[in-house]
């Protein structure tokens, strides 16, 4: 009997999940994403080519392998149409590989205008939505009033639709929302929803099963199942720095609600951080610079948002953050991304811990938002030379062997590979 093998992201979003699931695939039967929807922007590179994936799980391209949208997951037809479009233009045809949750939820258009909706109603106070609909349709399923994938062949399936949109039109006037100016895409919401509406055909294209059963059967069978994470644990609903997160539950906890998998059949947890540390959207981030070096952690390494295009806020590694998530997750290994951003660096900061009313802590405090954390840095030499000529991990330079070693010792994990650029090809296990 098999267990369900997991990677996430340790950070808040964007560790570079997609390519190092496109690199573990081979070793894997299915690729399952578990929670989240089109928020996600998975990033891939090969041949040269790039590659961005919001919903459909990264092992895509792989012809021979299948990919499952589990039910925690949230699946916006028009966009789920676009990037099974977009796969094709490819050469990549995802009917065959790709099964759907019927229990995962829909994100209807008057989701989106109500997330706008919620955000202008927040003022100076905004999370920094991707605005796709995300935290509304989250709402809607846990207030069970939401519409799932196998619903949309049930005959009273309009019905249920047009309910809830009217509920969704009466919040957005309570809440003062100028309905008539909102856009998507440039459309009206009933431009757009003609267009959602016609997007569900493409979605009926693929098999609807109960993951949950599909699931379980492949590990009854030993298949190998990696279960993909989207976003981060910093981002997570319960443990994240809230408000500022996302609405699902980020961590290993939610691969068992969001796959239906027991605690038990849970078997390697593997957490990817960045050499250093991005945020995009409001919230704290306590080791993020607002200097040149932070530019230039952003500019060398392209942060800027594969959803929203947004530049992302850049910072030092933050030890208390990542203890943090590789607790809540269990984390048995390390998979560290990008430390070529940090190629011509001369120094290399890492913040060990936090001072908080002049008192040392490891720990992130409740008030994480509120309170003024000073975060504690030490200094590493940098490297100031290319990692390409390295094709082993013991082959990367000592000051950067260095960085790391101090990372799992911190951590106390042990860290499986490094990804040392973009391509699939450039990652060196240790
Ligand atoms: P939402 O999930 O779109 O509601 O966004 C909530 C917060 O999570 C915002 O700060 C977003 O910027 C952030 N967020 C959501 N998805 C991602 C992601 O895939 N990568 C990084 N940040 C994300």
Redesign the pocket.
Known sequence: MSKVDVLLGLQ???EGKGKVVDVLTPQYDVIARFQ?GP???HTLEFEGIKHVLHIIPSGIFHKQKINVIGNGVLIEPRIFMQEVDALKEKGIEPTHNLYISKKAHLILPSHRML?AANEQAKGNAK??????G??PAYTDKIARTGIRVGDITQFDFREHYELLKVQHLQMAHTLNFDITSFRIDGMSLDEYEALWMQSLETLKQFKFINSEYFINRCLDEGKKVLAEG???SM?DIDFGSYP????SSTITAGVCSGLGVAPSRIGRVMGITKAYCTR????PFPTELFDETGAKLCQIGHEYGA?TGRSRRCGWIDIPALRYACMLNGVTDLFVTKPDVMNDFEEVKMCTHYMIDGQPTDEIPFEFNSVEITPVLESFPGWKQELSKATKYDELPAQLLHYLYTIEKITGVNIMAVSISPDRKDVLFK
């Open positions: 808040w979003g964007d989240g928020n996600a922007g997330d999370i920094g939505s991707t605005l796709k995300i935290g989207a976003q981060g981002l500022f997160v996302t609405s995009v959207g409001a919230g959803t």
